[in-house]
T-cell receptor, first 117, second 118 residues
Framework: KQEVTQIPAALSVPEGENLVLNCSFT??????LQWFRQDPGKGLTSLLL?????REQTSGRLNASLDKSSGRSTLYIAASQPGDSATYLC????????????????FGQGTILTVHP | DAGVIQSPRHEVTEMGQEVTLRCKPI?????LFWYRQTMMRGLELLIY????????DSGMPEDRFSAKMPNASFSTLKIQPSEPRDSAVYFC????????????????FGAGSRLTVL
């Protein structure tokens, strides 16, 4: 059974800092990994998706890396801003026997990020 | 596209009542997922459909829960009878299951339905 763990559970940083959020998963047979952001009382917004064959993806100040063999992903946020405050979740999608993406998405518990001015 | 649309956004009901949550996925998406989120358990997959067919319902808590997808643009999650422990936010999400297509397999979530069972 796939288990996804995110460290730290909560992080508070001053504005402008670069920070790293960690995600680890127990079963490396994944199809892809997706990072989401969730604001309080809202749904999830997809930030980045990394296919199992990729090493990293970048979007603006965000960079996500994937090391499938070690079961790890990191989300790097550069020059953090108060507007980045939210819960960040990583999720891995299992591939089916045919190597396609039937598999379900398993989520970590999230990292609660607070960026204070 | 308006994104994944869920209704109702909030529902408060009494124990024993039937609850029906609705979801309209993004047009063209062929996979639909129902998730439940609570503080204690985080996000849990309840069931997912591919091309309107239920693929994995192992996350459905018990027989009180049922889900249907009669066509590509509509799905329901029903709880009958509801219990206080069912109180949670229920999310519907959809994606396009395709290989080699830009943006495919990205899961897009609805805003959620917050259920409170008294």
């Amino acid at each position: 059974k796939q288990e996804v763990t995110q460290i730290p559970a909560a992080l508070s940083v001053p504005e402008g800092e670069n920070l790293v959020l960690n995600c680890s998963f127990t079963d490396s047979a994944i199809y892809n990994l997706q990072w989401f952001r969730q604001d309080p009382g809202k749904g999830l917004t997809s930030l980045l998706l990394i296919q199992s064959s990729q090493r990293e993806q970048t979007s603006g100040r965000l960079n996500a890396s994937l090391d499938k063999s070690s079961g790890r992903s990191t989300l790097y946020i550069a020059a953090s801003q108060p507007g980045d405050s939210a819960t960040y979740l990583c999720a891995v999608r299992r591939g089916d026997a045919g190597g396609t993406s039937y598999g379900k998405l398993t989520f970590g518990q999230g990292t609660i990020l607070t960026v204070h001015p | 596209d308006a994104g994944v649309i869920q209704s109702p956004r909030h529902e408060v009901t009494e124990m024993g009542q039937e609850v029906t949550l609705r979801c309209k996925p993004i047009s063209g998406h062929n996979s639909l997922f129902w998730y439940r989120q609570t503080m204690m358990r985080g996000l849990e997959l309840l069931i997912y459909f591919n091309n309107n067919v239920p693929i994995d319902d192992s996350g459905m808590p018990e027989d009180r829960f049922s889900a249907k997808m009669p066509n590509a643009s509509f799905s329901t999650l029903k709880i009958q009878p509801s219990e206080p422990r069912d109180s949670a936010v229920y999310f519907c999400a959809s994606s396009l299951r395709e290989q080699g297509v830009s943006g495919a397999n990205v899961l897009t979530f609805g805003a959620g339905s917050r259920l409170t069972v008294l």
